[in-house]
């Protein structure tokens, strides 16, 4: 009761308050999950690529913060190369987590991650080891996948 | 404990078997059974208030709670289970105060409760602000109603001296007719004027429904009854502020340690709150 309460308020914040290159849809009959567009920034590897990404707010949201899971691939270091894509670093992990953080930064959060890793506190090592060491074949692979994957 | 006591547990415990597989019926039957073997246990009389809730004996719920806080003074229980009554009853007021009673004690105890309990308070509150809103309204109808027919009275008693001044001669008929025509006509304009003035200052035309930002709770988003505030300055509401300390003992902004002994009680956000929602019920669904 009360995530979905703060839930449909945040969609509200967020309507009236839009972040750029970030689309929100959810289904009324299940306020606990949204369903996102990202738009891949230009001047990254992603540019040019729709990412779809899905929010699921636990029962006891905001006191546990939000799950998120990328449906489209993306060579990224942060985000699982799997069939959950889940991305669970900084703000989102549960021992950093604070009730008061809002989605608003959230979403702001994740399109910091996507213009700028985090190869420290990565969740897939070998991309972020190549991140590191061989930055141009990272991006020449973010861009195939973005090409591959991601285009709509 | 003696054998009556003993026996009395087991119908109880008989009782929330039914209780939690749905048979309340049976289970207020198993509870009676327990209390007249025992009738010195207070959670005898909650449980079977309790099912009394589920079947929807108002009245006899009641009974049961006033009875359970008899025997024991800091029942919340009984409390909690009385507002609901009373809420369904439609006293408002009286659910107000059992549940704000209710809540106390939560707080005093340290009752996992108190999210449950202080959600209750604020129902009740908005019931409240309802019922008044409803009394508001029914005496600005009846008013209005009153000024109408005054209105109406004072045009029948002009047309009836035009209708003599027309039998005494001392106007001709046309000019009467005109003169009543024009008393018609006046008449109808001060009563939609009236009309549009009761509508203008009706509250739903002039206040904008929005809860300002500092009456909210930074978590649950919704207008705080409770408000404490933590070494940041930040205020919260005590009741899902300590939701999230069960889970995390941090500041929910800092994550620096924090315990809700750390906390007080933010009197002038407290007085805030209470009179907006005194005057705006509605903010508790808001």
């Not at chain 1, 969740?123 to 991601?150: C, G, L, M, Q, S």
């Not at chain 2, 978590?219 to 404490?228: E, G, L, N, R």
């Not at chain 2, 019920?281 to 808001?286: I, L, Q, S």
Request: with cysteine.
């Amino acid at each position: 009761m009360a995530a979905q309460k703060r839930s449909i308020k945040e969609l509200t914040m967020l309507n009236n308050d839009p972040i750029d290159g970030v689309e929100i849809d959810h289904d009324d009959k299940d306020m606990l999950t949204w369903k996102i567009t990202i738009t891949g920034l230009e001047e990254t590897p992603y540019e040019g690529g729709t990412f779809i990404l899905h929010v699921t707010f636990p029962n006891d949201y905001p006191f546990k913060a939000p799950v998120l899971s990328f449906k489209t691939k993306i060579y990224h270091p942060n985000i699982s190369n799997d069939d959950k894509g889940s991305m669970c670093l900084g703000l989102l992990r549960p021992d950093s987590w604070k009730p008061s953080t809002r989605m608003t930064t959230v979403l702001a959060f994740v399109k910091q991650i996507l213009t700028t890793p985090e190869p420290d506190e990565a969740i897939e090592v070998n991309i972020a080891k190549e991140f590191k060491d061989n930055n141009k074949e990272f991006t020449k692979k973010a861009k195939e996948w973005t090409k591959k994957y991601a285009k709509r | 404990m003696d054998a009556s006591k003993a026996k009395a547990n087991l119908l109880k415990e008989d009782g929330n078997k039914c209780f939690q597989n749905g048979n309340y019926q049976e289970a207020e039957a198993l509870y009676s059974k327990a209390i007249q073997k025992d009738s010195t246990n207070a959670k005898f009389f909650t449980n079977r208030a309790m099912a009394r809730l589920k079947l929807e004996a108002w009245d006899n719920c009641i009974d049961d709670c006033l009875k359970s806080i008899d025997l024991e003074n800091d029942n919340m229980k009984g409390y909690y289970y009385l507002a609901q009554a009373q809420l369904a009853m439609h006293h408002p007021n009286e659910a107000y105060h059992s549940a704000l009673t209710a809540y106390e004690i939560c707080i005093k105890t340290s009752n996992s409760s108190a999210g449950s309990v202080s959600s209750l308070v604020l129902q009740a509150k908005k019931e409240k602000w309802e019922a008044k809103e409803k009394d508001r309204i029914r005496r600005h109808s009846e008013l209005l109603t009153e000024l109408e027919d005054g209105l109406g009275h004072v045009a029948a008693y002009e047309k009836h001296s035009i209708t003599a001044r027309i039998k005494n001669g001392e106007i001709s008929q046309s000019d009467g007719e005109e003169e009543m025509k024009e008393v018609e006509d006046s008449t109808r304009r001060k009563i939609e004027e009236l009309q549009n003035i009761f509508a203008i200052s009706d509250p739903k035309h002039l206040q904008r429904r929005e809860v300002p930002d500092y009456l909210i709770d930074g978590i649950s988003f919704a207008i705080m009854h409770d408000p404490v505030v933590t070494r940041t300055g930040q205020s919260y509401d005590r009741s899902t502020l300590i939701e999230h300390l069960r889970r995390s003992s941090t500041d929910p902004l800092t994550r620096e340690p924090l315990r809700i002994e750390d906390c007080r009680t933010n009197i002038a956000l407290k007085a805030a709150c209470e009179q907006f929602l005194e005057e705006n019920g509605w903010a508790v669904d808001w």
